[in-house]
């Protein structure tokens, strides 16, 4: 899945955190931080945008 590893090395580049890719099924795709889920696929039909995932994780973070 290059989209997914694409999304962990920009959220390590640019937090300096190491994002865990967990391989689901059904196409699920959710993002969590923190034990809170940022993100899902599921819930809206369609994978983030990066840039996405990146300011989900900056707004959590402030």
């Keep these: ?6 999304l962990a090395a920009a959220i390590r580049k ?4 190491d ?3 967990v ?3 059904n196409g699920i795709f959710d993002v969590w931080v923190d034990g809170e889920r ?3 696929k599921n ?6 945008e990066e ?3 990146l ?4 707004k959590r973070a402030s």
């Design 1 to 6: 899945m290059p989209r997914a590893t694409s």
């Design 14 to 17: 640019r937090f300096a955190i």
């Design 19 to 21: 994002a865990t890719l």
């Design 23 to 25: 391989r689901g099924h």
């Design 38 to 40: 940022i993100f899902s």
């Design 43 to 48: 819930e809206t039909g369609r994978f983030p």
């Design 51 to 53: 840039d996405e995932i």
């Design 55 to 58: 300011l989900l994780i900056a």
